[in-house]
T-cell receptor
Framework: GEDVEQSLFLSVREGDSSVINCTYT??????LYWYKQEPGAGLQLLTY?????DMKQDQRLTVLLNKKDKHLSLRIADTQTGDSAIYFC???????????FGQGTELSVKP | EADIYQTPRYLVIGTGKKITLECSQTMGHDKMYWYQQDPGMELHLIHY???????EKGDLSSESTVSRIRTEHFPLTLESARPSHTSQYLC?????????FGDGTRLSIL
């Protein structure tokens, strides 16, 4: 079945760039998402990308998609302590359909 | 800002009680979802609905049930709570793109 994999932890220093990686197995994935979850809260949609795009940039966030390798990354420029959270990669193969989530990457930003 | 609400935010209750977790959205979305999130962080889909009177079981087997009598409302019920039901439950909705999440209900069964 479909699977989404992420590394569990990432630690960076404030002001550095963070790169969170994700791989997926479903070749029919149409939409790929990045969500942020702060402690005790629900999931906040950060950005998403269609499978026919290679890159999407939104302020400090850059999403790169390598469809051939089924690899998705989220780059956060000038990482701040407020960016400390768990970041989930997710994919779906139809519009508004079921999401398959990765395990989440816990980002720790040190001052 | 997405308008999807879950109540209660936290619930601690004894074994054997009947529980209903509420989820409401004001965006008119047809599609609604319930996810279970264990302390290890992974989210698993337990129920979904594509519209009024439509409910389906998700990828993770759950003893809970859901109903969808109105578009904006998608409650989840546990008839007899057990400690194994302790988890966080997240509700989401979406139309075309993407899924918006509520803040979750953190459920603890004693």
């Amino acid at each position: 079945g479909e699977d989404v994999e992420q590394s569990l932890f990432l630690s960076v220093r404030e002001g550095d760039s963070s790169v969170i990686n994700c791989t997926y197995t479903d070749s029919s994935s149409t939409y790929l998402y990045w969500y942020k979850q702060e402690p005790g809260a629900g999931l906040q949609l950060l950005t998403y990308i269609f499978s026919n795009m290679d890159m999407k940039q939104d302020q400090r966030l850059t999403v790169l998609l390598n469809k051939k390798d089924k690899h998705l990354s989220l780059r956060i420029a000038d990482t701040q302590t407020g960016d400390s959270a768990i970041y989930f990669c997710a994919e779906s193969s139809n519009q508004g359909g079921k999401l398959i989530f990765g395990q989440g990457t816990e980002l720790s930003v040190k001052p | 800002e997405a308008d999807i609400y879950q109540t209660p935010r936290y619930l601690v209750i004894g074994t054997g009680k009947k529980i209903t977790l509420e989820c409401s959205q004001t965006m008119g979305h047809d599609k609604m979802y319930w996810y279970q999130q264990d302390p290890g962080m992974e989210l698993h889909l337990i129920h979904y609905s594509y519209g009024v009177n439509s409910t389906e079981k998700g990828d993770l087997s759950s003893e809970s049930t859901v109903s969808r009598i109105r578009t904006e409302h998608f409650p989840l019920t546990l008839e007899s709570a057990r400690p194994s039901h302790t988890s966080q439950y997240l509700c989401a909705s979406g139309q075309v793109q993407p899924q918006h999440f509520g803040d979750g209900t953190r459920l603890s069964i004693l």
